[in-house]
């Protein structure tokens, strides 16, 4: 694939080496099937010890690029369809940023610590604010279902009246003051 960066090429040849050679070298891509390449990918995926998610979604990657070029190939007009691309790959492991209220903030922050994520904290702030979870997910352009899936104990300790977010900051910045400063 010449368009590809030479270090992505490196890399493909390793993961098509190391890990497809043997099950597939053999296979003429006219006549792979869908279940070819999952069989591959549960194979890999079943191996003792099993091959990483993102290794087997490298090869996935790349072995549907293969075929859709197969696909263009006016030379194997029986290549109509990439059937990599109906092959489910492992998830990719989710990130999730820190949710955490305005007084957690001012203390790490006060830490000289960076938080991960300023979306976390940015829900936070909309939840003790009282903003309802439709909106809250609005303004993270998410689901209202996905919003409560990351942060549905943050709306289950909103507190009953809610507070601006403004006046929590500052209310956590005092607080986070007198526990620091001696007492008199």
Not at 59 to 84: C, F, G, K
Request: hydrophobic letters at 40%.
């Amino acid at each position: 694939m010449p368009h590809l960066a030479e270090n992505t090429r490196r890399v493909n040849a390793r993961v098509w080496e190391t890990h497809a050679r043997e099950l597939l070298g053999g296979v003429h891509v006219k006549l792979a099937r869908t279940s070819t390449f999952e069989d591959l990918q549960l194979t890999l995926l079943e191996r003792d010890p099993p091959v990483g998610a993102e290794t087997v979604r490298k090869l996935m990657t790349m072995l549907q690029s293969v075929m859709a070029l197969a696909e263009r190939d006016e030379t194997l007009p029986t290549v109509t369809v990439n059937v990599v691309a109906a092959v489910r790959r492992p998830s990719a492991p989710r990130r999730r940023g820190l949710a955490v209220w305005p007084t957690t903030v001012e203390a790490l922050r006060s830490a000289s610590w960076q938080t991960g994520t300023k979306r976390g904290s940015f829900a936070s702030l909309l939840i003790q604010e009282g903003t309802n979870v439709v909106d809250v997910a609005k303004q993270l352009g998410h689901t209202p279902e996905t919003c409560l899936r990351y942060y549905a104990r943050l709306f289950d300790e909103a507190p009953e009246h809610p507070v601006p977010a403004e006046e929590a900051i500052r209310a956590a910045r005092r607080q986070l003051a007198q526990s620091v400063s001696p007492s008199d």
